[in-house]
């Protein structure tokens, strides 16, 4: 199986690929179109900054690329975000798989989130052998608010979407990586679909 690792300098690159590598199974770095259109797997990676990131993707032509992929794409994070129509984070366009936009987190609870959070109301072959209320680990200022693809819910100040999912495109808002078991498993399961 071959896996790609979008590379377009805005990524928690190295510890997913590890996290990867300790599933048994080898990711490649890549910002080659033709590399990434013949991957089994992409996972589209984000840390940083919506509008920058965005920049970057455009330059490389990536963001005309991304929603055209027919094999399953996992969105991480900054990478699920972008996914989305828009982000209030730099009043940035996003790709628009997501039919929803961005918005940043004013419920009075700190921002950013960071650390452990609780996912639930699981509904996608993702969430296979994770249970109900299982902690994930986030850090994030802005949030995917609950629609028609929400695939799990955590609440912070308010109930939004830890992930999504629309034909063969998935995000999680969380960083399976960084996840533990769970996590673990999370990306165990992108990886078998």
Same mark, same amino acid.
């Given at each position: 199986?071959?896996?790609?690792?979008?590379?377009?300098?805005?990524? =928690?690159? +190295?510890?997913?690929?590890?996290?990867? +590598?300790?599933?048994?199974? /080898?990711?490649?770095?890549?910002?080659?179109? /033709?590399?990434?259109?013949?991957?089994?797997?992409?996972?589209?990676?984000?840390?940083?900054? %919506?509008?920058?990131?965005?920049? !970057?993707?455009? &330059?490389?032509? *990536?963001?005309?690329?991304?929603? !055209?992929?027919?094999?399953?794409? *996992?969105?991480?994070? *900054?990478?699920? +975000?972008?996914?989305? =129509? &828009? #982000?209030?984070?730099?009043? #940035?366009?996003?790709?628009?798989?997501?039919?929803?936009?961005?918005?940043?987190?004013?419920?009075?609870? !700190?921002?950013?989130?960071?650390?452990?959070?609780?996912?639930?109301? @699981?509904?996608?072959?993702?969430? =296979?052998?994770?249970?109900? !209320?299982?902690?994930?680990? @986030?850090?994030?200022?802005?949030?995917?608010?609950?629609?028609?693809? $929400?695939?799990?819910? $955590?609440?912070?100040?308010? /109930?939004?979407? #830890? %992930?999504?999912?629309?034909? =063969?495109?998935?995000? $999680?808002?969380?960083?399976? /990586?960084?996840?533990?078991? %769970?996590?673990?498993?999370?990306?165990?399961?992108? *990886?078998?679909?």
């Amino acid at each position: 199986m071959k896996i790609v690792i979008i590379n377009y300098g805005a990524g =928690n690159i +190295q510890s997913i690929k590890f996290a990867i +590598q300790r599933l048994g199974y /080898e990711a490649v770095l890549s910002d080659n179109p /033709e590399e990434i259109k013949a991957a089994d797997k992409v996972i589209f990676p984000g840390v940083g900054e %919506a509008s920058s990131a965005m920049r !970057k993707l455009k &330059a490389s032509g *990536l963001d005309a690329l991304v929603p !055209k992929l027919k094999q399953p794409v *996992l969105g991480i994070c *900054l990478g699920m +975000q972008l996914m989305c =129509n &828009a #982000t209030e984070e730099g009043n #940035t366009k996003g790709l628009g798989i997501f039919d929803v936009d961005v918005l940043r987190f004013n419920h009075g609870v !700190k921002v950013p989130q960071i650390g452990w959070n609780q996912i639930e109301s @699981l509904e996608s072959p993702l969430f =296979n052998s994770v249970k109900e !209320k299982d902690y994930i680990y @986030l850090v994030h200022s802005y949030y995917a608010p609950v629609i028609k693809n $929400t695939v799990a819910k $955590t609440n912070y100040g308010v /109930e939004y979407s #830890t %992930a999504l999912h629309k034909d =063969n495109f998935y995000g $999680t808002q969380f960083h399976p /990586e960084k996840s533990s078991l %769970a996590g673990e498993q999370i990306l165990k399961n992108f *990886l078998e679909l």
